[in-house]
């Protein structure tokens, strides 16, 4: 996944070919916000535009900007990895919740 990062947001970036132009995404938004650009240069300059828009709407209308999360999902998986999971926990002396997190925490800032 290709990710530009400003002032602490993140966006996804995407070629549009029918536009011949890069199209970010802004994530982690209440709301959406999205810009164009045919070089990196520009994209990152109208993703800061797009971002300025967005938090100035966000304070005239007095909504956070960010959208919150709670720490908590559901994750469904086969009963042969749960076994799996339960059995390495275990071995490890840690908790599924544990081990799983310490997964996850590795893969996002791989």
């Not at 970036?13 to 209440?30: A, Q, S, T």
């Not at 535009?49 to 007095?62: A, P, Q």
């Amino acid at each position: 996944m290709n990710v530009m990062t400003v002032d602490g947001y993140n966006a996804k970036i995407e070629y549009d070919p029918e536009l011949d132009m890069f199209r970010g995404e802004i994530l982690g938004l209440n709301g959406g916000a999205d810009f164009y650009g045919k070089t990196p240069k520009e994209l990152r300059v109208e993703f800061k535009r797009s971002l300025t828009l967005f938090l100035d709407i966000c304070k005239e209308k007095g909504i956070e900007p960010r959208r919150s999360y709670s720490g908590k999902f559901n994750l469904r998986i086969s009963p042969e990895l749960h076994e799996r999971l339960a059995i390495a926990a275990q071995a490890e002396g840690k908790s599924i919740n544990a081990l799983a997190q310490e997964a996850l925490a590795q893969r996002v800032t791989a």
